[in-house]
């Protein structure tokens, strides 16, 4: 099972893929989306997304590596689905392999996400108690329970309560 933190890196690394991929194509030149190019967006932003939050691993490390690994795949995925998914733009000279220079911008800010997000779930634990801590209301204490207290001679309440379940019949007394 995987944590909130895991749940909210996966779908950080998810849009933030789409959202670098979309605005490098823009920056390159290229349109919006298309429609079709759209659902091949969602499709790689639900993937990656997925990958990412995969149980974490144990040293920071590798939970970096996985983190830059997915942002990578789904960058080249991303373009891709952007060259693929609008035929104008491929008539019009747009390739699918990028250039090196975009190649050298995805990797920066692959990176640059990837160490944003990692630092971002490291501080997911201290964040989250720190709120919890000042916005849950503090527990009640317990109440006191008191056994029942008699007021006055306890003979005479003992005889209110027990004066309809006991019975006078008996046998006869002989004399």
Not at 69 to 94: D, F, K, R, T
């Amino acid at each position: 099972m995987t944590s909130p933190a895991a749940s909210l890196r996966g779908g950080a690394v998810g849009a933030l893929t789409v959202a670098l991929a979309v605005a490098a194509h823009g920056m390159a030149g290229g349109g919006y989306p298309s429609g079709s190019a759209t659902v091949f967006l969602l499709v790689v932003a639900i993937g990656v997304g997925a990958i990412a939050s995969m149980p974490n691993p144990r040293s920071s490390r590798s939970q970096l590596a996985t983190v830059l690994g997915g942002l990578l795949l789904g960058q080249s995925a991303s373009h891709i689905a952007l060259a693929v998914g609008n035929p104008l733009e491929m008539m019009h000279g747009h390739s699918i392999v990028p250039s090196a220079t975009m190649i050298g911008f995805h990797l920066a800010a692959s990176a640059a996400t990837a160490v944003l997000v990692c630092a971002a779930e490291g501080l997911y634990g201290p964040i989250t108690s720190i709120v919890r801590a000042v916005l849950d209301p503090p527990l009640p204490l317990p109440g006191v329970t008191t056994g029942p207290f008699f007021v006055g001679n306890p003979e005479k309440s003992s005889l209110q309560f027990f004066g309809t379940s006991i019975s006078r019949r008996g046998p006869p007394v002989s004399v």
